[in-house]
């Protein structure tokens, strides 16, 4: 199976860090033309987003959550995501606040790109708002972070991007419980071989 993936994607970053912790081996192919007008990226995933998954009968899958959940169905030990019940629902629960605080990060990263005069003031503040608000319902909720799941993942590599893109935000001030569990997972070794660069 081959990963479409850039170097610095938290999304991507957390489809890698399933495998890993599946121990399943993926290919992996950087897209380097994603935001170039003539990239020719749009053949592989309509969307136009990273990561994407070629599967080995030529079938891709898009979007990270449906990419984790297919890895998930592969592997022989462990699984990421429970089959059923109230801890299926609590780990994609997590999985989806993490993403939600990628939502906000990843438009604000592009946006502080654009000269400062074309810089939305109020967009900027709604992005840093629904950052603050779910980084306050994670540490409400710290104990529902337990093991390795895809919602543990996906935290990670959330507080991970914006340790990466935002030092300046000071994410662990506040949230003393939500910052020891982050210093503690992000040892794992699926955390460490999955560092973003660019």
Known sequence: MKLYYS?????????????????IKLELD???????ADSQYGKVNPVHRVP???????????????????????????????????????????????DGILD?????RQE???????????RLSQYQRSIRQTLDALEKSAGELEGVTIGTLAVGC??????FRFPGDEWRKGRAKL?????????????TQTVPKG
């Open 179 to 191: 910052a020891a569990w982050y210093e503690s997972f992000a040892k794992r070794p699926s955390m």
């Open 104 to 108: 906000a990060a990843v438009p604000r």
């Open 158 to 163: 959330a507080l991970g991007y914006l340790d």
């Open 52 to 98: 994407s998954l070629r599967l080995d009968d030529g079938s891709m899958l898009f979007d990270s959550p449906v990419i984790c959940d297919y890895l998930d169905s592969l592997g022989k030990g462990a699984k990421l995501i429970p089959p059923s019940g109230p801890q299926r629902w609590k780990v994609l629960r997590l999985q989806a606040m993490a």
């Open 30 to 36: 950087t897209v380097a033309d994603l935001y170039a």
């Open 112 to 122: 502080t790109l654009r000269p400062p005069a074309q810089q939305s003031p109020e």
């Open 7 to 23: 170097p610095a994607s938290p999304y991507v970053r957390k489809v890698y860090a399933a495998a890993i912790e599946l121990g």
